[in-house]
């Protein structure tokens, strides 16, 4: 168990439609990541935020957007669900250090999306 | 961050040293190898890091050559739990602001009884 949590762990939704991710971080953990695995992509970053700012983006569309929270929980959503969406969603958190050495993710167990 | 190169598939024998090889012959001085494996479609798991000298911890061990081109994980006695994708990634440190990880296709490791 990483300590990072992710729900729900399954959704089904059709096309059109908007879903929401959620992920908590480790505790102590200011940074959080979100990443879209598919099967033709693989693991692909999407979006950095850190303590509440959003830091890096990744191939992110346009019809996604994320947000984290004052409590340091984070949101993925996605609008105008399209087929090809379909895909797990991990979410990965970390300390969030910028001075000298590393800085280590954890990944949560991940949200699989099906859209119809 | 730096290429990393991995063989696609490995079998390994229950209860012998699993060895992952991967090939980073473009990495920097101050980038880390990383590792990651994935179990199934389970979230990444992180087994270890290193910059320069060779690492352990009570998942694996991570040798690093000495001019940083390549390095090998260790995973000294395989178990059928240990199947998964192993992830070599190259990743600058902190304070040069790249946080995230780039995947490339992994290592399919299969342990067999």
């Known amino acids: 168990d990483s300590g990072v949590t992710q729900t729900p762990k399954h959704l089904i939704t059709a096309t059109g439609q908007r879903v929401t991710l959620r992920c908590s971080p480790r505790?102590?953990?200011?940074?959080v990541y979100w990443y879209q695995q598919s099967l033709d992509q693989g693991l692909q970053f999407l979006i950095q935020?850190?303590?509440?700012?959003?830091?890096a983006k990744g191939n992110i569309l346009e019809r996604f957007s994320a947000q984290q929270f004052p409590d340091l929980h984070s949101e993925l959503n996605l609008s105008s669900l399209e087929l090809g969406d379909s895909a797990l969603y991990f979410c990965?958190?970390?300390?969030?250090?910028?001075?000298?050495?590393?800085?280590?993710?954890?990944f949560g167990p991940g949200t699989r999306l099906t859209v119809l | 961050d730096a290429k990393t190169t991995q063989p696609t598939s490995m079998d390994c024998a229950e209860g012998r040293a699993a060895n992952l090889p991967c090939n980073h012959s473009?990495?920097?001085?101050?980038?880390?190898v990383y590792w990651y494996r994935q179990i199934h479609s389970q979230g990444p798991q992180y087994i270890i890091h290193?910059?320069?000298n060779n690492e352990t911890n009570e998942m694996a061990s991570l040798i690093i050559t000495e001019d940083r081109k390549s390095s090998t994980l260790i995973l000294p006695h395989a178990t059928l739990r240990d199947t998964a994708v192993y992830y070599c990634?190259?990743?600058?440190?902190?304070?040069?602001?790249?946080?995230?990880?780039?995947f490339g296709q992994g290592t399919r490791l299969t342990i067999n009884p």
């Open positions: 990965a958190s970390s300390v969030g250090t910028t001075g000298v050495g590393t800085d280590t993710q954890y």
């Open positions: 505790s102590g953990d200011l940074s």
């Open positions: 935020y850190y303590n509440g700012e959003e830091r």
């Open positions: 473009t990495i920097s001085g101050n980038e880390y």
């Open positions: 290193g910059l320069k």
């Open positions: 990634i190259v990743r600058a440190g902190a304070s040069q602001g790249a946080q995230k990880l780039v």
